[in-house]
């Protein structure tokens, strides 16, 4: 079964750029080839460690949001885990969250055109616009 | 919790009873403060109300990325802020505390900031 994962691992800092970007492709390579497919691939750039990791204090971040198996999430941890240049890497599913945050968005949508019907029936499509722009910037700050 | 429902008159002298044994370490520690920051507000309204934030501004997902926003639950020393001093509702600080730990686990936060 398919699910979204959000990958983040962290690149030990001394690795030349060439390096991060073969790194990364190899990775991408595994994933399309294990039937996973990625929908963002993000460099978040060098950052200061909260604690010192493997002897460095900074690190150089990368984000990967994919569409995968369990299995194949497995794997790409078992990559990571032994692949040199990786310091620190966390996995985590976000279907179920994203699942949530939109139920939460559909009720809350629900709610302000029922609290706007009965006041006012004729500017009823009005309400329902700015309804939709805080929704969308919900979506881009999230 | 005496604090939280005390009467009009109360919150200026049960203000610094309640945040006195709560920050003995980080003495007025800014981030759990600055949740509290309403409380000011309120204070004008001769009540102390503490809102959750994230119900406030609406924020759904608690995301591990956001340091920013995590970072004004943390004290100076990495503890997560309880509830009782944020006002965090219930349902966002379990997500809080969630995405806390998993900054943690991704040094993007501390696990105890050193001295």
């Known amino acids: ?142 | 919790m005496a604090d939280e429902t005390s009467t009009p008159s109360a919150p200026s002298t049960s203000r610094p009873e309640g945040s006195g044994p709560a920050s003995s370490g980080p003495g007025g520690r800014p981030p759990g403060g600055r949740p509290g920051g309403p409380g000011g507000g309120g204070r004008k309204f001769f009540r102390r109300k503490k809102v959750c934030k994230f119900c406030v501004e609406k924020i759904d997902a608690i995301h591990y990325r956001d340091v920013r926003l995590l970072q004004q639950f943390v004290a100076e020393r990495g503890k997560i802020v309880p509830r009782r001093l944020t006002g965090v509702c219930t349902t966002h600080q379990r997500g809080l505390a969630r995405a806390i730990k998993q900054a943690r686990n991704i040094a993007l936060l501390p696990f105890a900031a050193r001295y």
Do not use: C, W
């Open chain 1, 1 to 142: 079964m398919q699910r979204t994962y959000e990958i983040m691992f962290i690149v030990r800092p001394d690795i030349l750029d060439e390096d991060l970007d073969k790194l990364i492709a190899g990775l991408e390579g595994n994933i399309t080839q294990g039937g996973g497919s990625i929908k963002s691939m993000e460099k978040l750039g060098r950052r200061k460690l909260a604690y010192m990791v493997k002897k460095f204090n900074d690190g150089n971040y990368v984000l990967l949001t994919i569409h995968a198996d369990g299995s194949l999430v497995g794997e790409i941890e078992r990559r990571l885990r032994v692949s040199e240049p990786v310091i620190k890497f966390i996995s985590v599913r976000m279907d179920e969250e994203e699942k949530r945050v939109a139920k939460i968005k559909a009720i809350r949508a629900t709610r302000k055109k029922l609290s706007a019907q009965p006041a006012a029936p004729a500017p009823a499509p009005a309400p329902v616009e700015p309804a939709a722009a805080p929704a969308a910037t919900e979506a881009a700050s999230a």
